[in-house]
């Protein structure tokens, strides 16, 4: 890494290459971090995992979302952390060691985008690249007390990037500040078409819901009045008709079947040592048969158009981004694996819809970080971000 020190276990320690930027532009002065599954010339591509790491060679290329920002001036620092092959909501990786979460001692940072998350919560860094696919951004942000986008489905180029499941794989980041995160909006997501302001807000009952116990709503409360106090319109709905716990199984079976067909040969040839809950996912990822897939799919276009159809082009949907505070490093696999089915729940909306989504730091529990979430009409991030800085006033 390319910074003094890293008192949070957030970088790869990667022998350090420089990278060159541009001298000047919108980021000139800003620091960043890339999650290991983004080729940077020069760096291995870990992805996590100590076999990747060994038989890699250093890339000969940077994925065109890291240049993007190198091209608007800001500065590479190093490689983050990530769990094992990107498939984690806890972010925990045994192997190579746990970034530690700065916003809530002794508890996980949330995954996968684990070491970016912990960088920039620990004013390492600016802003670190993450990758969302199930939650793998907005679940860090939320835990780490950071703001985390997952962008429109197809918005930014994920090229010269790990996939985990192709459908689902998105381009995100990470900053503390409200208007630090809209200047890199502008960066990598370009301009965007006209659209009327986003004025009208929904309150997802069902997500709400989806919440542990009581003391997360009671936590949450006043972060979603003052959100709600930001639109002119704002309604309740029942997001998903016949409950969040149904859209839940289409986002794991398109998801598993995508990761098997990514990762399976490897895994199947290399038998890398993986973490037992990282293992137990891609065992289960292999049993999810191409009917199963198809199926899946045709149920995924059915949740797409309801969210099309709630968001229009000038709303905006509330909900909780993950159902609880950061989970305990020492508790048991039970509770995570209780923790990933809650939070998949909330989390696959947007995923499934292929729609962008904000997680916002409003709102605390027992001193530990609990985010909001707005989700917003596809293809319209930069007018999501205007509103996340309208509603954080």
């Given at each position: 890494m390319l910074i003094p020190s890293d008192p949070v276990n957030a970088f790869v320690d990667y022998p350090d290459v420089p990278v060159p930027h541009a001298a000047d532009g919108s980021l000139a002065g800003?620091?960043?971090?890339?999650?290991?599954?983004?080729?940077?010339?020069?760096?291995?591509?870990?992805?996590?995992?100590?076999?990747?790491?060994?038989?890699?060679a250093p890339a000969k290329a940077t994925a065109p979302c890291v240049q993007r920002l190198l091209d608007a001036g800001a500065r590479f620092v190093g490689k983050t952390h990530t769990a094992e092959l990107a498939f984690s909501l806890d972010g925990r990786n045994s192997r190579l060691g746990t970034p530690i979460n700065p916003a809530a001692s002794g508890r996980v940072p949330g995954g996968s985008s684990s070491g970016s998350a912990a960088a920039v919560s620990a004013g390492l860094v600016d802003t670190a690249l993450g990758s969302d696919t199930g939650g793998s951004v907005r679940g860090p942000a939320s835990l780490c007390g950071i703001i985390g986008l997952r962008p429109t489905f197809g918005r930014i180029d994920i090229s010269g990037t790990m996939?985990?499941?192709?459908?689902?794989?998105?381009?995100?980041?990470f900053t503390r500040d409200i208007g630090l995160y809209g200047r890199i909006g502008e960066v990598?997501?370009?301009?965007?078409?006209e659209g009327p302001p986003i004025r009208r807000l929904l309150v997802a009952k069902d997500g709400f819901a989806?919440?542990?116990?009581?003391?997360?709503?009671?936590a949450l409360a006043p972060a979603a009045e003052k959100a709600k106090a930001a639109f002119e319109t704002v309604e309740t709905v029942i997001v998903a008709p016949g409950g969040l716990e149904a859209w839940m199984p289409i986002f794991r079976a398109c998801q598993g079947f995508e990761a098997w067909q990514a990762h399976g040969r490897w895994i199947m040839a290399r038998r890398p040592e993986l973490m037992p809950a990282v293992a137990a996912r891609f065992e289960a990822s292999r049993q999810v048969s191409l009917a199963a897939y198809h199926d899946a799919g045709a149920k995924r276009a059915a949740v797409r158009a309801r969210v099309t159809d709630l968001l229009g082009d000038d709303t905006a949907i509330l909900l909780p981004t993950l159902p609880t505070v950061a989970l305990r490093m020492e508790d048991d696999e039970a509770a995570f694996e209780a923790f990933r089915a809650r939070a998949l729940a909330i989390l696959c909306i947007s995923?499934?819809?292929?729609?962008?989504?904000?997680s916002l730091p409003m709102a605390t529990m027992d001193g530990f970080p609990l985010g909001l979430s707005l989700i917003g009409p596809a293809g319209r991030?930069?007018?999501?971000?205007?509103?996340?800085a309208r509603v954080m006033g």
């Open positions: 800003v620091t960043f971090a890339v999650k290991d599954i983004y080729d940077v010339a020069g760096y291995v591509t870990g992805c996590g995992n100590r076999e990747k790491m060994a038989e890699g996939p985990l499941a192709p459908s689902f794989d998105t381009v995100g980041w990598m997501l370009g301009e965007e078409p989806a919440l542990m116990s009581p003391r997360e709503a009671e995923g499934l819809a292929g729609v962008p989504q904000i991030d930069r007018a999501l971000i205007d509103v996340a």
